[in-house]
Each structure stands twice: as structure tokens, then as C-alpha cells.
């Protein structure tokens, strides 16, 4: 991979993770059948679910802007490059 392919890469991979984000949010078809969206004592393990699920899609969402806006910053400095050089 060469340093021009990085902000490329970078804005590709926070794209698919805040659609796969956006797919947890809205989609919650695992969490309706392995988790649950109250507390019970007696289903640990729904519940362990449940909070993991709501884990991972805040950090796609979360890491997802992180690598978005990197790569938003990548370009402005090369471009600034491009006109400094020029």
C-alpha cells in the first residue's frame, strides 16, 4: 500500500463500519432473539448480549467517525501540499 492509498483506505473502512453501525441500530434482529431489553435475573448470559451488542455498535459508530474524519483530514494536507509545491 502506498501513503497515497492510506486516506482512501481510511475513508472505505469508516464508510462499511458506520453502515454496519447504522445495520445494528436499526436492525436489532439479534438482540431481539439472544438478547433482551429488560433486566432478568435469571437470563445472565441475554443479558451479557445485550450490552455487548449495544458495545459494539457504539464503537463501529464511534470508530467509524474517527476514521471518516482522519481521512477527511489526509486529504486537506495533501492538497495543501499540492498547493504549496505548485
Do not use: Q, W
Amino acid at each position: 500500500m502506498k501513503a497515497t492509498d492510506l486516506p482512501r483506505t481510511c475513508m472505505r473502512t469508516g464508510i462499511i463500519l458506520g453502515v454496519i453501525a447504522v445495520l445494528l441500530v436499526v436492525f436489532p434482529v439479534l438482540n431481539r432473539n439472544f438478547g433482551t431489553h429488560v433486566i432478568v435475573e435469571g437470563a445472565p448470559i441475554a443479558m451479557v448480549f445485550t450490552t455487548l451488542y449495544a458495545f459494539t455498535a457504539a464503537a463501529c459508530l464511534l470508530f467509524s467517525a474517527a476514521l471518516v474524519s482522519a481521512s477527511l483530514i489526509m486529504r486537506h494536507a495533501e492538497s495543501l501540499a499540492h498547493k504549496v509545491r505548485a
